[in-house]
């Protein structure tokens, strides 16, 4: 080969049959993006291409880590208004037209993730080709930012696959596997890495026909057609998305049965998404993923010593641990009383690993990875234990003293506790500040987040060998200080709390959740109750009624009196059968005005309380915590980026007119004018 051009991060080769081969290397960075630099840089490539065309292009990169991640999200929060986006995202379109207009053919080697920008630069290739290593994941996640596709994705994706799997693709924003994205023509070869340049010189010299979808998806986008299956596609939707609260979706939908992937498209797409990037809405979706992704990089480039695991409980929470754990490659040992309660937990685990893995011997691998172990022979050599017994200190402390004279001096020792202090967990420890806390939530195999709880004289060791493990595992780590309920319990119980005394006055479940699903939260607060355990919710406001001298709803004392549990016994605030709820009917019923701001402002005076008490000190990983922990409208950036949109002295005011009418719980909290000062 002979090096024609070299740019910073594009590289320009022509081989001896001609074929450019088209490299994107990024300079420090570990990752490709489809930044405006890295954008014009190859506008100027193309030129190049376009003066002396060669027999075939190969646009490949030089990243282990994959092809390219998409555009450079960092940017966006430059692009200030819809004209800056409409500039960039036109640059973008245009790059990609004249990739596709090459007079030779071109391909894209794909190692590993192509997602957003980077799929489109590859649909705008004739070919793609794709390494069969099991780290290939395809996608198009702009609707998780709040946007639609900008570079052309959603004309080419239709044109390509077929309506029903791009539109499948763009409004899910899920990433395929190698395997299913050649099923549907995303990508037209699946060869070993060492295989990928020889298939792209033999599609260049060969020159198949394009991948086109089926008839049937061609007849989908003939107009009249084009409006009945819009229709059920935007129904289908509804049902998981409310337009309101997440418009992108529909806007895609609408897109489509407007333009039908026409040429017409591309400009109204850009349209499109230069609205939708600096709306309140897609704002606060970007500002999500970038909190995602500053909790990702906590604990900087710390790695974990773990290896071997050691979980002490089989219930719901300490086997979903050991589970997800020995999914992600760690040697896990799974603890209790007798073999019937490891059982369901070792059953449980292999269904997860049923789904998530992709072939039978990663399947095998995972299921010898996770053993059960009633007598803790794992204990001696495990690098890391994790306590998930019930909470009752006395029987965590009892566990502990034994723990100590078994385990390995180096190992670490932690609890997943929801509720309870590592100050009072740790008073027996010979070395008290040896104990920290790795909080999961449930279910463990969905719920991103884990809490790594420290004391004020915790080694900073420690604190960090428990975020590398939550990141070895794929987790994101929340680091914050012991206090009752930590970040997430702490604003959630007030919150819940709130729920039942609403219930308590005679309001309908259904109307309460029906607030909360206004909101923006995936499930109302009386349901989740429900879910949880009116017994775990009893036994958790009695320990914020002590620390907080806060009041237990009589309700959770009389529910749980009658066994009635929640859907674990069959009934609670509703009735389950099947593992789902029976709400009654509220027709002519209507909730308080007020019902709103009754359930989310004790959530804001929480989130600032904890904060002022050093529990976490940084505002934004707060929001993080709440959003990944809870669920809390991610639409809405963040308990304390809600309050700053909406206007502290609104919010202030809302809390001293509900503490005025219904009780001092909702007097302000003092530190509410430090937050308006912070930025």
């Known amino acids: 080969m002979t090096d024609e051009n070299t740019g910073a991060s594009w590289a320009l080769e022509r081989d001896s049959d001609d074929i450019a081969w088209l490299c994107l290397d990024m300079v420090d960075s570990g990752a490709n993006v489809l930044s405006q630099p890295i954008m014009r840089e190859l506008a100027g490539h193309l030129s190049e291409l376009e003066a002396k065309p060669p027999t075939g292009l190969v646009i490949w990169s030089g990243k282990k880590s994959g092809f390219i991640f998409g555009a450079d999200i960092k940017e966006f929060n430059s692009l200030a208004t819809e004209s800056n986006v409409f500039e960039m995202t036109r640059l973008g379109q245009q790059i990609m037209d004249r990739i596709e207009a090459l007079p030779c ?62 539109m499948n693709l763009m409004l899910s924003g899920r990433f395929l596997r190698a395997e299913k ?15 990928m340049r020889a298939a792209a010189e033999k599609l260049i010299h060969n020159k198949p026909p394009k991948h086109q979808p089926p008839l049937k998806e061609k007849l989908m986008n003939l107009p009249y057609i084009r ?72 604990g900087g480039k710390v790695k974990s010593d773990v290896k071997r695991l050691h979980v002490i409980g089989a219930g719901a929470m300490g086997g979903g641990i050991a589970a997800w754990s020995a999914l992600r490659g760690i040697d896990v040992t799974l603890q209790d009383r007798e073999e019937k309660y490891v059982e369901p937990a070792l059953q449980r685990a292999r269904k997860l690993f049923e789904k998530k893995t992709r072939s039978p011997d990663d399947y095998e691998a995972a299921v010898s990875r996770l053993k059960m172990d009633v007598e803790g022979k794992g204990i001696e050599d495990a690098d890391l234990i994790i306590e998930a017994i ?114 308590e006055e005679g309001v309908a479940g259904p109307l309460i959740d029906r607030a909360a699903l206004d909101f923006g939260m995936p499930m109302g ?12 919710a009893l036994s958790v406001a009695k320990i914020f009624g002590e620390a907080f001298d806060s009041s237990v709803p009589a309700i959770l004392e009389k529910l749980v009196a009658e066994k009635k549990l929640g859907m674990k016994t069959g009934e609670g605030f509703y009735r389950w059968v099947g593992g789902k709820p029976e709400k009654p009917k509220t027709d002519g019923e209507k909730a308080p005005d007020d019902i709103m701001d009754r359930l989310f402002m004790p959530l804001l005076n929480a989130a600032v309380a904890l904060w002022s008490e050093s529990v976490i000190d940084d505002l934004d990983m707060l929001d993080a915590g709440v959003i990944f922990g809870t669920g809390f409208a991610p639409f809405r950036g963040g308990p304390i980026h809600y309050a700053r949109n909406r206007g502290i002295d609104d919010i202030v005011a809302t809390m001293n007119r509900l503490a005025d009418k219904h009780g001092d719980r909702f007097r302000p909290h003092e530190s509410w004018s430090r937050i308006e000062s912070i930025k």
Not at 231 to 256: C, D, T
């Open 227 to 298: 409006n009945l299956v819009a229709g059920a596609i935007r129904k289908q939707v509804a049902s998981r998305a409310n337009p309101k609260h997440y418009p992108s979706p529909f806007a895609m939908i609408e897109l489509w049965r407007k333009y039908g992937a026409s040429d017409a498209q591309y400009e109204a797409e850009a349209k499109l998404i230069s609205r939708q990037m600096v709306s309140v809405t897609g704002q606060n979706l970007i500002r999500v993923f970038m909190l995602q992704d500053r909790m990702k990089s906590v």
């Open 105 to 166: 053919p071109s391909v894209a080697l794909l190692n590993g993730f192509a997602l957003g920008g980077g799929l489109e630069m590859a649909l705008a290739c004739d070919y793609r080709v794709a390494a069969d290593n099991g780290r290939v994941s395809v996608g198009l996640p702009e609707v998780k930012l709040g946007i639609n596709p900008g570079f052309g994705g959603t004309v080419r994706a239709v044109r390509i696959i077929g309506v029903s799997a791009a």
């Open 390 to 503: 019930y909470e009752n200190v006395e029987a965590k402390k009892s566990l502990y003293a034994d723990l100590v004279t078994r385990m390995n001096p180096d190992a670490l020792l932690a609890t997943n506790t929801s509720s309870l202090m590592l100050e009072t967990l740790s008073t027996d420890l010979p070395d008290p500040n040896r104990l920290f806390g790795l909080h999961f939530f449930n279910p463990v195999e969905k719920m991103p987040l884990i809490e790594v709880i420290s004391m004020t004289d915790t080694p900073q060791e420690i604190i960090n060998q428990g975020v590398a493990f939550a990141r070895r595992i794929d987790r994101l780590p929340l680091p914050c200080r012991s206090a009752p309920g930590f970040v997430v319990n702490r604003v959630l119980m007030p919150y819940m709390i709130e729920a039942s005394l609403i219930a």
């Open 181 to 195: 994205a050649l099923r549907i023509g995303l990508i037209d070869r699946l060869v070993p890495d060492d295989e």
């Open 525 to 536: 607060p009386v349901h989740l109750s429900d879910v949880v355990g009116l017994d775990v």
